[in-house]
């Protein structure tokens, strides 16, 4: 009880300060900062109709770089956490009973649609809304659907480590062939094409689809691991 | 009305980021503060982008319709800055989450006040 005083004595100063600093800062007033900049590069010498993808790739491709690492750490760190020895008892969480026809067939027509609108996403991560982050993670939408319906679908983890590290070893060729090439690391070093064509942006299109190659598959990965490695121990099934 | 909006998106995220902050210190459950993790990091992405907002903005995208004219952008900087936090944020949901998943495999509950082993 007198914990939860304190807790809410200590969100009411919190959220004071907050208030506080948030007064402070005008809603939805233009302000003189680098974003200005960023809209006018992004479509006179990048080419990229979209400004975010624009930043995202190439104006802090580094910062993506890093963020692309934390997520691999992340799923490398998942798996070892939750890995144990398969022992003779071992179940799968899944549920016994094999789903319902309707979710089977339906499955079964919906699954294309969710992995052809994820590529769509992706490919299409410098023209329209989206990108390769979010397109891998529609991908992993569908092998979601698959893996909860399907007690016989297998994720093949030697082929999810081969993608995840084709991809991610291209977005870092790429970076260091600027380098070679004489510019500064991740620098575009492809012919731009024009903006709004599929074919623009030089190497930010390419750097985004093996991003959403690479979150598809580390995103599958993680799920299957929640999924079918988290066996409850023989004694404590009851819980 | 710009006052309405204001209140409306600063208030809803500094809401969203003390209740995320009450679950996170006040709650037992392993599971809902990991909730709370994830509600802290909604509110923190709502007050970006509010934050990038400019009034009458579109999105920063230079599509067909919109190269040739005079069209405000919002600001794009924060929308990428929040793309990256939501990946992180998944990651730290993710990892946190098999911590749960393995202390509940050893002590056979997700409730802090059972799990003694690192009190003093």
Sequence with gaps: MIKKVLVILLLAVIGFYLVDLLAQIPFGEKRDNVGDYYLQESVQSLKVANAVTGIVVNFRGFDTLGEVTVLFLAAMGLSSIMYRKKKKGDKDVRAKKPSSRILQVGVQIIFPMVVILGAYVFIHGHLTPGGGFQGGAIIATASLLMLITYRKFKVNHNTISWIESIAGVVFATLGIIGLIKGMSFLENFLPTGELNALLSGGIIAIIYVSVGFKVAAELTGVIDTVLLNNKPDSNNENN | ?120
């Design chain 2, 1 to 120: 009305m710009n006052q309405l909006l204001t209140i409306s998106f600063y208030g809803t995220s500094v809401a969203l980021i003390l209740i995320g902050l009450y679950a996170v210190l006040a709650k037992k459950n392993l599971l809902k503060i990991v909730i709370g993790l994830s509600i802290i990091d909604g509110g923190l992405h709502l007050l970006f982008v509010s934050i990038g907002y400019i009034s009458k903005g579109t999105a920063p995208i230079f599509s067909p319709e919109v190269v040739g004219t005079n069209a405000v952008m919002v600001d794009p900087v924060p929308q990428a800055l929040v793309l990256t936090a939501i990946v992180i944020g998944f990651a730290v949901t993710a990892v946190a989450l098999s911590l749960v998943i393995r202390l509940y495999r050893h002590h056979n509950t997700v409730s802090i006040d059972e799990i003694k082993n690192l009190k003093w």
